[in-house]
């Protein structure tokens, strides 16, 4: 079922929740890929309906040529949705009528690593996510770890708005040579397609090193050093953070924190394509 309007939208979940049925969300801008399916397969055997919504959202892009080029590919998205209950796609009119004034604001957490090289993206995002809860009602949302930072911000604001949804984790899914599944992928070219692994390869090689005992500062320097030679820049941010809170740590021995208490993240471009990852230590 294809879903433009908000009212027809609202009417079908009134008639799942009546029935007593779980609902889940899993919300996306389109251009989908097998990471986006492989939530849509969470979501399927945690609940008994399932929304996907596709919706290119303005206000989480800081650079009009951004929003303008992000690949809209609506026939094939629904062509690879056979099996779901609702494909919700509305319009920016729909989302945000004439007059429409009100944002949700994460701080601290949302202005550093990708809130500092794109400012407003995630109150854009956070606002819309909290908008298609509202709308879907949905019990459960399922969120891709590859965005660790934007996970981290919807488990945020959900609990300190008391929203009355669970979020649910999905590990990053990975091309057999560990590259993560990305819409931005497609823009490679060939020989940085080649290329692309090594990011990921890095990031491996930085956790392995911090946890054998080396000072997280110097193997992220180490690091840097390797995105640079494997061709990646400029490079935002090359990052050890608290995995929760995403509080940077620089000055001390991984081996003083829990085991998957930290996480590695990275932003770089290749050639001019932005990649993000991120792992655990």
Not at 9 to 28: C, D, M, S, Y
Request: glycine residues 6%; contains cysteine.
């Amino acid at each position: 079922m294809i879903i433009r309007d908000i009212a027809t939208l609202k009417r079908t979940v009134r008639q799942w929740n009546q029935a007593g049925e779980t609902i889940g969300l899993v919300p996306t801008m389109g251009a989908l890929h097998e990471g986006h399916l492989s939530l849509v397969t969470q979501a399927r055997a945690r609940t008994q309906r399932v929304i996907v919504s596709i919706f290119v959202n303005p206000t989480q892009f800081n650079n009009p040529t951004d929003l303008a080029t992000y690949p809209r590919t609506e026939a094939e998205d629904i062509a690879l949705l056979p099996d779901v209950d609702a494909i919700f796609i509305p319009t920016a009119e729909a989302m945000y009528p004439e007059g429409f004034s009100s944002t949700v604001k994460v701080s601290a957490m949302a202005e550093t690593l990708e809130g500092a090289y794109r400012p407003g993206h995630f109150d854009g995002m956070a606002t819309v996510v909290t908008k298609l809860f509202s709308l879907s009602e949905a019990d459960y949302a399922f969120f891709g770890e590859k965005d660790w930072q934007q996970l981290q911000i919807v488990r945020r604001f959900v609990q300190d708005l008391n929203l009355p949804i669970e979020i649910v984790a999905c590990p990053t899914l990975r091309e057999a040579d560990g590259l993560a599944l990305s819409s931005r992928n497609r823009r490679l070219s060939p020989e940085a397609r080649k290329n692309a692994p090594a990011l990921h390869a890095i990031l491996q090689e930085i956790a392995t090193t911090i946890r054998q005992g080396q000072p997280i500062a110097e193997a992220l320097d180490n690091g840097m050093k390797s995105l640079i030679a494997a061709g990646f820049g400029p490079i935002d941010y090359l990052a050890c953070c608290e995995a929760e809170s995403l509080t940077s740590v620089t000055t001390v021995f991984a081996t003083k924190h829990d085991n998957g208490a930290l996480r590695l993240l990275v932003a770089a471009a290749l050639e001019s394509v932005r990649l993000i990852d991120n792992i655990v230590i």
